[in-house]
């Protein structure tokens, strides 16, 4: 991972990527144990194709291609890791990118989403397997409810937390 | 040391340490599909979830 993150770094550095975070499970792990995952998730600003109002992942496959990486469907294969670059699909996940915190793995700068996001952005996905993620985060205590609240509250999510505890029960009241 | 126990030490941990457990992971999911273990499994309904955007 070492090696994978120096890479985005650099791509970062040399502007092929703008801002960056990491989401996902990856992300997650960062507040709580480790669970397997197959990939990477970076949330990435990234530059626009031309004149074009289209972003374009060309450049991130072509850079990376230049530095001996390999692309394996949707995934960008760095060092041993897959890793899936995603735009910010709405505001939410731009906030999410931007108010990311600074953390090191091995030595090694980079950003995580914060707690309060990355259960926002599982609210609003919604998948069983977001639900699982929301419930760990719940019972491991890695949430500020507070802030949270105000995150769902900010991006129109209040609805969906709310059923969210109505089918989990009790314990995930705040 | 109880399960939640557990739990908690390992989310305690450094990042760093987890990521390499994450690693870990990984290898051993690899590992266990390479040796065909999975077979009967990856034969079935793939989960709709594997390809849709991480949360």
Redesign the interface.
């Known amino acids: 991972?070492k090696t994978t993150l120096e890479m985005i770094n650099r791509m970062q550095g040399d502007g092929v990527i703008g801002e960056y975070a990491i989401?996902?499970?990856?992300g997650a792990?960062?507040?709580?144990?480790?669970?397997?995952?197959?990939?990477v998730?970076i949330f990435a600003m990234l530059p626009k194709a031309g004149s074009s109002s289209l972003l374009s992942l060309a450049p991130i496959y072509e850079y990376l291609k230049a530095h001996g990486c390999d692309a394996d469907g949707e995934h960008v294969v760095i060092g041993?890791?897959p890793f899936?670059f995603?735009p910010p699909?709405d505001a939410l996940e731009r906030e999410a990118l931007a108010e990311a915190t600074e953390?090191?793995?091995?030595g090694v700068k980079t950003r995580?989403m914060t707690a309060e996001h990355?259960v926002a952005?599982?609210v609003?996905?919604g998948?069983?397997?977001?639900h699982a993620?929301i419930l760990q985060f719940l019972e491991?205590d890695?949430v500020d409810t507070e802030k949270l609240n105000r995150v769902l509250a900010g991006h129109g999510l209040i609805a969906k937390w709310q059923q969210f505890k109505k089918k989990y029960g009790p314990d995930t009241n705040d | 040391m109880t399960r939640q126990e557990r739990r908690k030490r390992l989310a305690g941990l450094s990042f760093s340490e987890k990521i390499k457990i994450l690693e870990k992971l990984r290898r051993r999911s690899l590992a266990i599909a390479a040796s065909g273990l999975r077979r009967r499994r990856a034969g079935g309904v793939r989960n709709a979830d594997e390809n849709s955007r991480p949360a």
């Open positions: 991972m989401g996902g499970a990856v792990t960062f507040y709580l144990e480790p669970s397997a995952t197959i990939d998730a041993e890791w899936q995603l699909s953390t090191e793995i091995e995580v990355l952005i599982a609003r996905t998948r069983p397997k977001d993620r491991q890695a």
